[in-house]
């Protein structure tokens, strides 16, 4: 394995250079938090009454996070579990989802 | 170089798979390899899903259990209420098997050889592996309740805080209880699974009284010092709903029972119900001591949490309630979910050769039946916490209901029927 420590070093160094993806897989990563409540990959089971996220426009499900989190947006539970993401985080989860079919 | 043996074969194959993502530094986890996962619970189910998901087949795993089916604990008090039945919360392993390609194999574990990276099975034969999780869930510790350390008391005295047979017997011996009549349920001292669950079976069941047997009585023999979860939320639902049905009685820990006489032993009082519900202290499922893991009081697995890999046994991870809680965190369904998906995308990342995440999150939601349509939830969002090495609360965020409510009801419902899915549909 320590052959390979200088490659992911350049894997990192390189990606260092976007904004947050030391590892690629975060978005996927933080977004299964969500799939307790809305469903794998965002596929909510049908008639259960939850948001399904898969597919959403990025933009969308931002705003509607900001609207949990600023409290505008009424919720029994969202306005709580918004506020414990940071920006970033809430902007990988709204990628990854607008990536799910 | 070391001897080229089966597992540094599978270790070329994953290497080969970090060189191929080195020239686009690609997202996916070209991990290969075998990962047997014992228990197919909360966290069990989950990460065999989770890691034949997000490895798109390319990691074989093997899940072992020894039930039939899944049974939720989550719901099951609304069985021990009469509001459900055992086939509301009963799941097939078949997609597991069907659509996600994991082989499940129906069987009790013997124990894990750490160093030989092989588990034995009780039916006969080994297996070996990769890397193992272990999701054992809690045994009881029936030696600190002396009376209840025999199959004969155990089928008298329930706990019926693992969902299956004693979740029935429970609801049997409530319906057959006369009117007027007094059941009981203790609580160990914390942590135990699930904080709010003894307070929410005691509104069920007081709920099932009030339109059955109104004369009847609730007692909860609580070993903390005080209610462990929600408390004024469960305080205003007892007075406004159960007045003078439900006794809350703090700092009773329940040493012994006798048995014959359905009677809770405390320090320096004794109690007798017709129906009596006791909750034994319980430590990690006895796999994890089996094999030797470290341990936390005798009791929970030490993790890190980066990995949720033993602190003291390398390719053994350990995920659910059987783990060394972090601060604040509960022992739940729920987090045993999260659990379970920080361990798969760990694992995928280490049969790669490549660091875990280095800032998880895992977040927890509960909620708790008041009434059948009356709900109250608490929730809480865990970050990585570098200076502490462990998952911390963030502060200003979680919380529980503003007051318990119907919209609640349905959506506790629609929690579970999606955690379900995410686990094993």
Redesign the interface.
């Known amino acids: 394995m320590k052959l390979f420590a200088p490659i992911t070093a350049l894997c990192l160094m390189a990606a260092s250079g976007i904004s947050h993806a030391a590892d690629p897989n975060l978005g996927r990563n933080l977004a299964a938090t969500c799939a307790n409540c809305h469903g794998t990959n965002g596929q909510a089971v049908a008639g259960s009454g939850m948001d399904a996220l898969a597919g959403m426009e990025k933009t969308k499900t931002l705003q509607k996070l900001a609207d949990f989190k600023s409290g505008v947006k009424p919720a029994s539970i969202m306005h709580q579990i918004a506020k414990g993401y940071t920006d970033e985080q809430l902007d990988l989860i709204a990628t990854y989802y607008a990536a799910q079919k | 170089m070391m001897l080229m043996k089966r597992r540094d074969f599978l270790?070329m194959g994953a290497?080969t798979g970090?060189?191929a993502?080195?020239y686009g530094?690609?997202?996916g986890?070209k991990a290969g390899g075998h990962v047997v996962v014992v228990g197919g619970g909360f966290g069990g189910a989950t990460v065999a899903?989770?890691l034949r998901?997000?490895s798109e087949g390319g990691v074989q795993v093997t899940l072992i259990e020894r039930n039939p089916t899944f049974i939720s604990c989550p719901i099951s008090n609304l069985v021990v209420g009469g509001l459900k039945d055992m086939a509301d919360i009963t799941v097939s392993y078949d997609n597991l098997k069907n659509k996600w390609g994991v082989r499940v194999i129906q069987d009790d574990v013997l124990g894990v050889d750490t160093a030989k990276r092989t588990v034995t099975l009780a039916k006969g034969g080994n297996l070996s592996y990769d890397r193992i999780v272990l999701s054992p869930g809690v045994d009881f510790m029936y030696d600190q309740v002396p009376g209840l350390n025999n199959a004969a008391a155990q089928e008298k005295i329930v706990h019926a805080w693992k969902a299956g047979s004693q979740t029935v017997t429970l609801r049997r011996q409530l319906e057959s209880m006369k009117d007027g009549g007094v059941y009981a349920i203790s609580i160990p001292k914390a942590p135990y699974r699930c904080p709010p669950g003894p307070y929410e079976r005691a509104c069920l069941v007081a709920a099932y009284f009030k339109a059955n047997k109104p004369k009847s009585k609730v007692v909860i023999l609580d070993a903390n010092e005080d209610i462990q979860s929600k408390k004024p939320l469960f305080l205003k639902a007892w007075n406004d709903l159960y007045k003078d049905m439900i006794e809350y009685r703090n700092n009773s820990d329940v040493k012994d029972v006798d048995v014959a006489n359905t009677t809770a032993l405390t320090e320096f009082d004794k109690f007798k119900a017709d129906v009596l519900n006791v909750i034994p202290p319980h430590r990690a499922g006895n796999i994890a001591a089996k094999a030797g893991l470290d341990l936390v009081n005798n009791r929970w697995v030490s993790v890190n949490w980066l990995s949720m890999e033993s602190t003291n046994t390398p390719g053994v991870h350990v995920i659910g309630d059987a783990v060394f809680p972090a601060p604040t965190m509960p022992k739940s369904g729920?987090m045993a979910?999260?659990h379970g998906?920080?361990a798969a995308?760990a694992i995928l990342?280490l049969l790669a050769?490549?660091?875990p995440?280095?800032?998880?999150?895992?977040?927890n939601?509960c909620y708790s039946f008041v009434a059948e349509k009356s709900v109250i939830?608490v929730?809480?969002?865990h970050?990585y916490d570098v200076a502490t090495k462990a998952p911390q609360p963030?502060k200003?965020?979680?919380?529980v209901?503003m007051a318990r409510?119907e919209?609640?009801a349905?959506?506790a419902?629609?929690?579970a029927?999606?955690?379900w899915?995410?686990m094993l549909?």
């Open positions: 270790k290497a970090a060189m993502s080195m530094c690609a997202a986890n899903k989770y998901m997000w729920h979910n999260q998906k920080l995308a990342n050769g490549q660091e995440n280095p800032n998880p999150v895992l977040m939601t939830h929730a809480s969002i970050q963030v200003g965020a979680g919380g209901s409510n919209l609640e349905k959506v419902m629609g929690w029927q999606n955690i899915a995410d549909a």
